[in-house]
C-alpha cells in the first residue's frame, strides 16, 4: 500500500508543479555555473548508498558535508539559492529516487554517506532499516533546529507508528510548514 501511495503521490506532484520545476530548472541554470541537478551520495535502506538528485542551491565548489557544518553556510549559496531552500522547491527532483524506489514519500531524511553520528545512531535503533523519505516526522518536528540525536528519537517513533494514515497526516504537516517556511535554517 506504501508503494502505491508513493506512486500516486509522486505522479499528482510532478503533474502539478511541472511549471515550476521547468522554471526552476531554467533559473538555476541561468544563475550560477554548474549542472541544474546535483547528486548526492545518500544513504538508503540498510545502510546503502544511492544518488539523490537536488536541484542546486550551493555553488558547485562547495566541501561536501552537511549544510549545518559548513562556517557561514550562507557563502556557498547560489543567488537563487536561499530562495529554492526555504520553499523547498529544490527537493522536487528527488520524485524521482520515490519513483524509482530508492525512498518513500515519508521516512527519515537520508543521511548523507559522511554523516556518521546519525547513521550509527538510526543503525543503534533500526531505523536504518526503514526506505528514507522525501519528508518525515523528524522533518515537521523541527528540521534544521533539532539535535541529531532528536532526529533519530523521531525517526524511531515514525518506525514504531508508521501508517497509512499517520503518512497522510506527515504529509498534510508537510504542506503547511513549507507554506509557513518553518524549521528551515538556511
Do not use: C
Request: aromatic share 10%.
Amino acid at each position: 500500500m506504501k508503494r502505491a501511495f508513493d506512486i500516486v503521490i509522486v505522479i499528482l506532484v510532478a503533474f502539478t508543479l511541472f511549471f515550476i520545476i521547468i522554471v526552476t530548472a531554467i533559473a538555476v541554470r541561468l544563475t550560477s555555473q554548474g549542472p541544474v541537478i546535483f547528486w548526492s551520495k545518500r544513504v538508503g535502506r540498510g545502510n546503502k548508498l544511492f544518488w539523490m538528485p537536488k536541484f542546486r542551491t550551493m555553488r558547485a565548489d562547495t566541501p561536501a558535508v552537511a549544510t549545518h557544518l559548513l562556517v557561514n553556510p550562507e557563502r556557498w549559496l547560489t543567488p537563487i539559492g536561499s530562495i529554492l531552500r526555504k520553499t523547498s522547491v529544490d527537493e522536487l527532483p528527488q520524485l524521482w529516487s520515490v519513483f524509482k524506489g530508492d525512498m518513500s514519500i515519508v521516512g527519515p531524511r537520508p543521511a548523507l554517506y559522511n554523516q556518521n553520528d546519525l547513521i550509527q545512531l538510526r543503525t543503534s535503533k533500526n531505523v536504518h532499516m526503514l526506505l528514507p523519505g522525501l519528508t518525515g516526522w523528524a522533518q515537521i518536528n523541527g528540521r534544521d533546529e533539532i539535535s541529531v540525536e532528536e532526529k533519530v528519537q523521531f525517526d524511531f517513533e515514525y518506525s514504531k507508528r508508521k501508517s497509512l494514515g499517520f503518512d497522510i497526516y506527515i504529509v498534510l504537516m508537510t504542506v503547511f510548514k513549507v507554506l509557513k517556511r518553518d524549521g528551515v535554517t538556511h
